[in-house]
């Protein structure tokens, strides 16, 4: 392991609007030269924000395979991000945030200014197509835009994309490069807290797919379980043939209300997954249903 545990202090080397409700901000420093990406295009990572007057997040210690923090009164918050663009030769790495009134990383995020600091953990992802695939679904809230971006700026010519994004005004449109034959559907005002979810439904339009054809869904979680039972279910598609997991939870607060008296025991059956030695889509799968079949 890396002498910094896989915790990195980064610091911010810019940061600007590429579109009305989304900032990109390139991180840099000393640290992050010892950063290792997973490879995979939808990689994500912890980001760990200072608390109220500390220039730095407190950087945790291992104990037991686990981080802890001498200072539990100073313990920063944490958000995950996806890796929008890792620029090995530098030692930098892009992270593009969806910015919105309130909420610890969207309130750093709008006020970030080159030098300011934040902790990142390591990264890993979930994008593992066959190598027959010749035709992708990516379909996304504005959470996971930059997945989907970065996902298409890595496929190959010779293959075809649908990319269906729910996106909060018509002003956040993004243009994006692909060696890829892409079809782009945007989905203004649906989601995201603005509106019903028309994911979902743009999904249910398209084609039945074909035996190359590989979805990547990253959104809302009850619109992922709902999408996810709707690829499964209806069209028999395997866990091979998507990636599906849910980015964010609407009405966390009630969420986390409900979760915490039974966090302990919903946290030991997640570790008897993983134990049993399922992974990728079959762990995402058993976690969701696990979670459903306690009410959440």
């Not at 950063?35 to 990689?43: A, I, M």
Request: proline share 7%; charged share 25%.
């Amino acid at each position: 392991m890396a002498r910094h545990d896989n915790f990195y202090l980064a610091e911010v080397v810019s940061a600007h609007r590429i579109t009305p409700n989304m900032i990109r901000i390139r991180f840099g420093g000393p640290e992050l030269a010892e950063f290792e990406t997973s490879g995979y295009p939808d990689e994500r990572l912890g980001v760990y924000f200072p608390n109220p007057g500390r220039p730095a997040p407190q950087r945790p210690t291992i104990e037991n395979g686990a981080w802890t923090f001498d200072d539990p009164d100073d313990e920063p918050e944490g958000r995950s991000y996806t890796v929008r663009k890792y620029h090995r030769d530098r030692g930098e790495l892009d992270i593009d945030f969806v910015v919105h009134e309130g909420g610890v990383a969207s309130s750093w995020a709008l006020e970030a200014e080159p030098g300011a600091i934040v902790g990142l953990s390591s990264a890993d992802g979930w994008f593992t197509p066959p190598a027959t695939t010749r035709n992708y679904v990516l379909a996304a809230d504005a959470t996971g835009l930059p997945g989907a971006g970065r996902i298409l700026e890595e496929l190959p010519s010779g293959v075809t994309a649908t990319v269906i994004t729910e996106i909060i005004d018509p002003a956040d449109v993004q243009t994006i490069s692909s060696s890829a034959s892409v079809d782009y559907r945007w989905l203004p005002g649906s989601g995201m807290g603005h509106g019903p979810s028309h994911l979902e439904h743009a999904i249910r339009a398209l084609p039945a797919p074909g035996s190359d054809t590989y979805y990547w869904v990253a959104a809302e979680a009850a619109a992922t379980r709902s999408i996810r039972k709707y690829l499964r279910k209806e069209l028999g598609l395997s866990a091979k043939d998507m990636c599906v997991i849910g980015y964010w939870r609407a009405n966390k607060e009630d969420f986390l209300r409900r979760y915490e008296p039974v966090q302990a025991s919903m946290l030991q059956r997640y570790g008897q997954l993983v134990d049993s030695g399922i992974e990728g889509q079959e762990l995402i799968d058993a976690w969701d249903a696990e979670l459903e079949r306690a009410g959440f």
